[in-house]
C-alpha cells in the first residue's frame, strides 16, 4: 500500500490524467510501501469510506480507480493499492495529525498558477539544497505535478473540443516558469487526450561531467541521514515512537567528529600538487563529517571511502586500508580508508 495525495482527484475528470503518472513512474516501494495482509485489506478500505483507491496490478499496465469493500476482490498478491493521504491516517490507524505518510516526491498543484508553481519550484530547491551530503546528481528529483488552471484567460474551456488545444498550452506555459539556479527542470503533459491534462515538472540537478568530492558539514549531513532514517522507519510500519528514536539516532550519529580537533584537522587535509597530503591552508569555519580527499586517493580499493585519521588510529568495527603520506618524514595524520 502506498499513500498520496489527489487519490481522490483522479476519480474525476479533472484529475483523471494524474494516473499517467502513476503508470509512468510507479511508486518507490522500497520507500514508500506499507505491506499489509490481503485478509486486512477489507477492513482497511472500509475505512476510507468514500475516498477511493487506485490498483496498480502487476498484471495490467494501467492504473484502475476502484471504490468500496466490494472492489477488494479485485485486489492479489503482488498488487499495490494506492491510497488518498487524507484518508489514510484513519485507514492505517496511525492518527489524524500525522502529516508525513506521503512519502513520494511528488507535489501536487491543482488549480495553481505560473507564480505558484515557481514558487514551488523555488522552495524544493532550497530544501534539497540544504539536503545534500554528496557530489550532485540527477536521481531522485522532485516531481511537481499542476494543471495550471489557475492561469485565467490562458487556458481553453474544459471540453472536449479544446482538449487538443489544452495540451498544447501546457508546454507553452512550462516554458514560463522560473527555473532555480542551478537546476533543470523537464516537462512532460500528462493525459494529452483528456479533457483536463495535467503538466508534469521535473527538478533535476545537471550531471557533472567530472563530479569532484568536496567536503560536507557535519550539521546538514547529520539532519539529513536523521531525515532519511525517519522516512524509511515509516515506510516499514515503525510504530511512531520507534520511528522518533530512529530519526534521533540519525541527527547524531556523527556528532564526535566535532568534538575532536584532531579529527577535524584530519578532515580538513588536502592534497598538494604532487598527491601528497598536507594540512588545509585554513580550517573550516564549520565542523566536517566527511573530507574533500578523492575516493580513490593513495590507492584505496574501490567503493571505500576517505576517512583521514590523526596517529593512524582506526574507527572500531571497520575494515580499514592505511597509507602514509611521505616515507621520509613522519606525517601530520595517516589517512585510514574505511569500508561503508
Sequence with gaps: MVVRHGVALMDRT???ALLEDLELAPPDLRAEGWTIRLADLPDLVGELGTSPFVLLDPASSS???????????????????VIDANAAPKALGVGSTDKKLDLS???????ATLEEVSMRLEQLARRAGSEVTGPTTAASPSVVLADLAGQAGRLPDHSTAVEQARAEVLPELADELKTPPGWLLETEVLGKSLDHPWLRISLIRPPEKEPRPRAVALAGHNEAVGALAERWARAIGLPPEV??????????????????????????????????????????TRPLAKSALPVDCGGAPPGWRAYPMRGGTRPPRHACWTWRSRPEEPPPMTPTWCAT
Excluded: N
Excluded at 480507480?65 to 498488487?79: E, I, K
Design 14 to 16: 479533472e484529475g483523471e
Design 63 to 81: 492504473p484502475r480507480v476502484l471504490h468500496g469493500t466490494q472492489d477488494a476482490r479485485f485486489v492479489t498478491s503482488g498488487s499495490v493499492v
Design 105 to 111: 516526491q511528488r507535489h501536487l498543484l491543482p488549480q
Design 243 to 284: 520511528v522518533e528514536d530512529v530519526a534521533l539516532a540519525g541527527r547524531w550519529h556523527d556528532e564526535g567528529k566535532g568534538a575532536s580537533e584532531s579529527f577535524q584537522a584530519a578532515l580538513a587535509m588536502r592534497e598538494d600538487m604532487d598527491g601528497w597530503l598536507v594540512p588545509a591552508d585554513s580550517q573550516p
